[in-house]
């Protein structure tokens, strides 16, 4: 659910203390510094709609560069995009079966998109091994469509429209649990 006081847009300024915010949470999150994730991320955003794939995108890296600056590190976000179901199915198999290719840490899908929506190209890469987070961002309300996530092996589900704030809790909770088993 939204909260009706805290804006999905915000100035720079706003957007500055929010990041801020979010660093703090960071903290929290991985007081232990073997919880702070490996330092190359593979993600992958699946998603139909441009728009929201690149909004997505912008989103991780300023999550990356706050990261950077406020642990002094070096950590870098490859990001690949997906538009349909199956192409996102398709890139996290070849990942998988690839040896010279870094498997996906994190895959971000869409619950509407062609060929195959967000709960059958999770449950198949599930079926196919991957054991990373899978989140789901998503403008589903659909209490049924919503289950049938939950069931096919998604661990968050994110409702669109999200504020900056819920976006970068989301990914830290779940890339910072996923990692702390590489450790």
């Not at 703090?24 to 991320?41: G, I, K, Y």
């Not at 990001?79 to 895959?107: M, N, Y």
């Not at 190209?121 to 989140?135: K, L, N, V």
């Not at 049924?144 to 092996?153: K, V």
Request: charged share 25%; proline share 5%.
């Amino acid at each position: 659910t939204h909260d009706p006081h805290e804006p999905t847009t915000t100035p720079t300024s706003a957007l500055a203390i929010k990041q801020l915010e979010t660093i703090e949470q960071w903290r929290a999150l991985s007081t232990d510094r073997t919880m702070v994730p490996a330092h190359n991320l593979h993600i992958l955003i699946a998603d139909d709609s441009a728009l929201s794939r690149k909004l997505v995108s912008k989103l991780l890296t300023s999550l990356c560069d706050n990261v950077n600056f406020t642990f002094e590190a070096t950590y870098k976000f490859d990001i690949e995009h997906a538009k349909t179901g199956r192409e996102a199915c398709d890139r996290v198999l070849e990942s998988l079966r690839d040896p010279g290719q870094k498997p996906f840490d994190l895959v971000l899908i869409d619950y509407y998109m062609p060929l195959l929506d967000g709960a059958e190209a999770s449950q198949a890469m599930r079926t196919a091994g991957y054991r990373g987070p899978i989140m789901a961002v998503t403008s589903c309300t659909n209490e049924p469509e919503l289950d049938r996530l939950r069931q096919s092996g998604i661990d968050a589900i994110l409702q669109k429209p999200f504020t900056i704030k819920k976006f970068y809790k989301h990914f830290l909770q779940h890339i910072v649990k996923s990692n702390r088993q590489k450790f």
